[in-house]
């Protein structure tokens, strides 16, 4: 089993047009695509990579959030977001 950085029904928090969500992880996945070459055309890149680079996503009521997303708290959110700033 692959250890996740969240679990299921365990609330997360994200950004989602400008705003600050949180929600309970109602599924997860691990995106690993044998076909990484960025350098094809955007319909290759489509047909081998529908879930994007390989990633951590997890399904909320609010859509798809990737673990580089998602965060334990608001705090840590917020946190995230004051260090971009700087």
């Not at 928090?13 to 309970?24: C, E, K, L, T, V």
């Not at 399904?59 to 946190?79: V, Y």
Request: proline share 1%; hydrophobic share 40%; with cysteine.
């Amino acid at each position: 089993m692959t250890n996740f950085a969240f679990d299921l029904g365990q609330v997360i928090y994200f950004m989602r047009d400008n705003r600050i969500h949180s929600a309970s992880v109602l599924a997860r996945m691990i995106v690993e695509n044998a076909h990484d070459d960025w350098t094809c055309t955007n319909e290759q890149v489509k047909l081998f990579t529908p879930f994007g680079k390989n990633n951590e996503i997890y399904g909320t009521c609010h859509g798809l959030t990737s673990a580089e997303d998602a965060f334990g708290s608001k705090e840590a959110l917020i946190r995230a977001l004051l260090e971009e700033e700087n």
